[in-house]
């Protein structure tokens, strides 16, 4: 665990699978057809934070979920990728595009679509309800379920190795 921390003091980049990590895998359909999903409101909180702590912070889902969209722009991520059927190659567009260091970025990811991306992060992280794949293969496997407080918890870890925490930016919305 110790090394793993120690990794922390370095990371600059946080990409989240939306369905199952941000959220429970859940997916609630209307008698008209409208899919919906439940996010948790703590993840929210430690997703904007990150973003105004100036992180690089990215998600990339098969879904084309626009509920989803709106609600990631509204925590202030911009680098929303939805409808992505090969995982790996966006992740690789997206590190030459930020010109962003592998070593430097923590994915986490819950199921089989995540596993070739993952490894292309410094540091593949995962929920504990994550694929037996997915969690070999992680550095770091949260004690909380997807959608119920794990991007909170490795943002939460990230933040404090590296003393944004309890700064300034914490105490708004």
Known sequence: MESFLHKLKDITTFIFDVD???????????ED???????????????????????NVCTVSGS????????LNS???????????TKVEKIKLYLEEKHLSAEKVIYMGDDIPDLEAM??????????DAAEEIKAISKYISPLPGGRGCARDIIEKVLKIQGKWMTEEAYSW
């Not at 959220?23 to 209307?30: E, H, L, N, P």
């Open 64 to 71: 084309r979920s626009k509920s989803a969209v709106y609600r």
């Open 20 to 30: 199952g990590v941000l959220t429970d895998g859940s997916v609630f359909i209307s």
């Open 75 to 85: 925590l202030g991520i911009k680098d929303v990728y939805m409808g992505i059927h």
């Open 119 to 128: 490894k292309l992060a410094g540091l593949p992280v995962c929920p504990a």
């Open 33 to 55: 057809g409208i899919q919906s999903r439940a996010f948790n409101i703590k993840d929210g909180y430690a997703l904007q934070l990150a973003v105004k702590c100036g992180y």
